[in-house]
C-alpha cells in the first residue's frame, strides 16, 4: 500500500519569508500523482498544487512551487512571500493513474505565519 | 464554481444516537467521498461511491454506512455513534472529466459524542 508522510507537524515562518515543507512517498508505481491540499482554519480544503511523475519539470503556481525528487521519493512544497492568509494545515496527498486508486494523504502540517 | 455543502457544521449526540451527515454537490460530479480527519492522522477514507446506488468501502468502513440515492447527495450513517467516531467529518467530490485526484471539499463537520 503506498504511503505518504509529513515529518513536520507544526512549521512556522515570518511574514515575506520562505518556508519548505517536507514530504515522502512509497510506491512501486511508476505513473502517479501528487499534490498539496490547503485547508484553512474552518474554512474548506482546496487544492494548492499538482505534479506529474512523468513530468521533470517542477510544477509552479504563483508564489507556490514543488521540488519533485522521483528517485527519492520526495516531494517538497516551497511557499515564497509567506503572506497571513497562507495560514493553514497543509496535506500531502498521492494517487496512482491506474485502475480506481483513491488519494491517500499524509498527516499534515500546520504552518504558521508570524507578522 | 463547485460548491460542495454539509448539513451540520456542528453536532453533538449522545452515545447509541443514530447520525446522519448529509453531502450535496452542485456541479454534476460523479465521485463523492466521505473522510474522518483527526489529529495526528491526517484524512482517512471512510466510504466512497462512484455512482449513483453504488458504494465501496474505504480504509475505515466500520461503524459507519452511506447512501447514495441521488447523483448530487452522500450521506454518511453512523447506526449507533460511539465516544469514538468524535471527530471532523469531510465530504469530497471529484469529476472523471478533470484532473485525476482533484477533490472539491466540504466545510467539514465537527461531530461530539457524550
Known amino acids: 500500500a503506498q504511503t505518504v508522510t509529513q515529518s513536520q507537524p507544526e512549521m512556522s515562518v515570518q511574514e515575506a519569508e520562505t518556508v519548505t515543507l517536507s514530504c515522502t512517498y512509497d510506491?512501486?508505481?511508476?505513473?502517479?500523482?501528487l499534490f498539496w491540499y490547503k485547508q484553512p482554519p474552518s474554512r474548506q480544503m482546496i487544492l494548492v498544487i499538482r505534479?506529474?511523475?512523468?513530468?521533470?519539470q517542477n510544477a509552479t503556481e504563483n508564489r507556490f512551487s514543488v521540488n519533485f525528487q522521483k528517485a527519492a521519493k520526495s516531494f517538497s512544497l516551497k511557499i515564497s512571500d509567506s503572506q497571513l492568509g497562507d495560514a493553514a494545515m497543509y496535506f500531502c496527498?498521492?494517487?496512482?493513474?491506474?485502475?480506481?486508486?483513491?488519494?491517500?494523504f499524509g498527516t499534515g502540517t500546520r504552518l504558521t505565519i508570524i507578522p | 464554481d463547485v460548491k460542495v455543502t454539509q448539513s451540520s457544521r456542528y453536532l453533538v449526540k449522545r452515545t447509541g444516537e443514530k447520525v446522519f451527515l448529509e453531502c450535496v454537490q452542485d456541479?454534476?460530479?460523479?465521485?463523492m467521498f466521505w473522510y474522518r480527519q483527526d489529529p495526528g492522522l491526517g484524512l482517512r477514507l471512510i466510504y466512497f461511491?462512484?455512482?449513483?446506488?453504488?458504494?465501496e468501502k474505504g480504509d475505515i468502513p466500520e461503524g459507519y454506512s452511506v447512501s447514495r440515492e441521488k447523483k448530487e447527495r452522500f450521506s454518511l450513517i453512523l447506526e449507533s455513534a460511539s465516544t469514538n467516531q468524535t471527530s471532523m467529518y469531510l465530504c469530497?467530490?471529484?469529476?472523471?472529466?478533470?484532473?485525476?485526484?482533484?477533490?472539491?471539499f466540504g466545510e467539514g463537520s465537527r461531530l461530539t459524542v457524550l
Open positions: 469530497a467530490s471529484s469529476s472523471n472529466d478533470r484532473a485525476r485526484g482533484e477533490l472539491f
Open positions: 510506491t512501486s508505481e511508476s505513473d502517479y500523482y
Open positions: 505534479q506529474e511523475a512523468y513530468k521533470q
Open positions: 496527498a498521492y494517487i496512482s493513474n491506474f485502475g480506481n486508486e483513491k488519494l491517500t
Open positions: 456541479m454534476d460530479h460523479e465521485n
Open positions: 461511491s462512484y455512482d449513483v446506488k453504488m458504494k
